[in-house]
């Protein structure tokens, strides 16, 4: 004869699920499925699991930042941006048209226009941050220091590397900051190439004699920022009998 697995049982002839949603199975504020011949009871939108069953979830007790207002959504309370504001990170940002031309045309102030997945909006600058009271970027970054230092070099030498340490240095949260060097000079006849702006260290390619200078500016994560001038002299290669640059004269002073 045929026995029903287990799980089953013979009902009318045929094995049926031992598991049977009844009226029983799942509080009143449940719905009761049957998952692997198992009952599942799932609390209904806008209800959670609490103690002794589903519990209506309230948007009392929960913050919301500045244009932002509580609703049920699902099976939590959320914060959801009021009308013409959008999410950005905790906050809720004015929802404005923003142009980098003129420049940061139609942000407020302490706030740059750029682009992010894909669509322009208002920013923090380098160095603020939103606060929690009004939204605005009006709150200082935490501070970070960064050590670079000026170098000199002689030629043959055709290539030098210029490179900054930031402090603190977040060894466990990689890529935590980002790198933009811009050249600010370089010597007249210079045809020199670069490579790693956006890197804590950059390759300067065919060197030529004269002085090179650089700016180096380092955001953060949170956006913290710095930024740093750092110098590099290039020197022409010594000519034979050269004396050097600083000779002693008798008498011992330098000349």
């Known amino acids: 004869a045929c026995t029903c697995v287990k799980g089953y049982t013979k009902v009318g002839g045929r094995c049926a699920p031992t598991a049977v949603c009844r009226t029983d199975s799942c509080g009143t504020n449940a719905a009761c499925s049957v998952v692997d011949n198992t009952i599942k009871c799932t609390c209904k939108e806008g209800y959670k699991d609490g103690e002794g ?7 009392e007790g929960v913050p919301c930042p500045p244009h932002a207002t509580c609703r049920i959504s699902g099976h939590a309370a959320k914060c959801f ?12 940002r004015k929802d404005v048209t923003c142009t980098t031309e003129p420049k940061n045309s139609g942000c407020p102030t302490n706030e740059r226009c750029q682009q992010v997945n894909g669509k322009m909006g208002c920013y923090c600058v380098p160095g603020r941050v ?24 002689r030629m043959p030498v055709d290539s030098a590397k210029l490179n900054v340490i930031v402090s603190p240095s977040h060894p466990n949260t990689p890529n935590y900051y980002s790198y933009k060097w811009e050249q600010k000079s370089s010597p007249p006849d210079a045809s020199s190439t670069l490579e790693g ?16 200078i650089f700016n180096v500016e380092v955001v953060g994560k ?10 590099m002299k290039v020197s022409p290669e010594a000519q034979a ?3 050097p640059e600083a000779v002693r004269k008798p008498g011992g002073d330098l000349h």
Not at 53 to 59: D, E, Q
Not at 81 to 92: I, L, P
Not at 197 to 212: R, S, V
């Open 53 to 59: 069953g589903c519990v209506k979830l309230s948007c």
């Open 81 to 92: 941006c009021d009308h013409d504001y959008v999410a950005q990170e905790n906050f809720c």
């Open 130 to 153: 939103r606060v929690m009271d009004e939204g605005d970027c009006t709150g200082n970054a935490s501070q970070i220091t960064i050590v670079g230092q000026d170098v000199a070099v």
């Open 197 to 212: 702006l956006t890197n804590a260290a950059i390759t300067i390619k065919k060197l030529a004699p004269g002085e090179y």
């Open 222 to 231: 949170h956006n913290e920022f710095t930024s740093k001038v750092i110098k």
């Open 241 to 243: 009998n050269e004396p």
